[in-house]
T-cell receptor, first 110, second 116 residues
Framework: KNEVEQSPQNLTAQEGEFITINCSYSVGISALHWLQQHPGGGIVSLFMLSSGKKKHGRLIATINIQEKHSSLHITASHPRDSAVYICAAPESYNTDKLIFGTGTRLQVFP | NAGVTQTPKFQVLKTGQSMTLQCAQDMNHNSMYWYRQDPGMGLRLIYYSASEGTTDKGEVPNGYNVSRLNKREFSLRLESAAPSQTSVYFC???????????????FGSGTRLTVV
């Protein structure tokens, strides 16, 4: 069964800084998910990626399948990026049941 | 708006009471899930349904039952609530092909449940 670890647990930044959140997993997977949980509690799917890199606005997600490692980057961070970022990987290869990391709480100050 | 609708948003129960959390999605997804989220822990799967009429236990199924009434609806029932079931509950759905979710997950807005 997969184990998912995220780092750091907490992150503070000044507006404009480049942010990196890391995720590692233990079992080979078909795709990894990055999610954002807003302060109000809602969860939004940001990325699902199986190789290489995906970009959406100021968010970039990368994955190295061989290293079993993924990163989420935020360029030019803004206070509205303050949220909990969660990575999740399938329990095992080719299942859609996910194992979630405990999340990285990001606070961006003006 | 298309998505996952979860009700209620908040609920307080007394120990021993029962309740059903409702979830419906209008994206024609096959897979639906119930998760609980507790402080300091990742989301944990309670039950899972790969298609209408099928359900599977997840990591923490004890004290819960589910019903996949049709493709749209997946309900979670607490028959006799306990303080340990105080948590935030999320319903989610995903499309999947061949067992791999190609299209990502969509989450409901969550239910904050307190059992006193």
């Amino acid at each position: 069964k997969n184990e998912v670890e995220q780092s750091p647990q907490n992150l503070t930044a000044q507006e404009g800084e480049f942010i990196t959140i890391n995720c590692s997993y233990s079992v080979g997977i078909s795709a990894l998910h990055w999610l954002q949980q807003h302060p109000g509690g809602g969860i939004v799917s940001l990325f699902m990626l199986s190789s290489g890199k995906k970009k959406h606005g100021r968010l970039i997600a990368t994955i190295n399948i061989q290293e079993k490692h993924s990163s989420l980057h935020i360029t030019a961070s803004h206070p509205r990026d303050s949220a909990v970022y969660i990575c999740a990987a399938p329990e095992s290869y080719n299942t859609d049941k996910l194992i979630f990391g405990t999340g990285t709480r990001l606070q961006v100050f003006p | 708006n298309a998505g996952v609708t979860q009700t209620p948003k908040f609920q307080v129960l007394k120990t021993g009471q029962s309740m059903t959390l409702q979830c419906a999605q209008d994206m024609n997804h096959n897979s639906m899930y119930w998760y609980r989220q507790d402080p300091g822990m990742g989301l944990r799967l309670i039950y899972y349904s790969a298609s209408e009429g099928t359900t599977d236990k997840g990591e923490v199924p004890n004290g819960y039952n589910v019903s996949r009434l049709n493709k749209r609806e997946f309900s979670l029932r607490l028959e006799s609530a306990a303080p340990s079931q105080t948590s935030v509950y999320f319903c989610a759905s995903s499309e999947d092909i061949g067992g791999s979710p190609y299209y990502g997950y969509t989450f409901g807005s969550g239910t904050r449940l307190t059992v006193v």
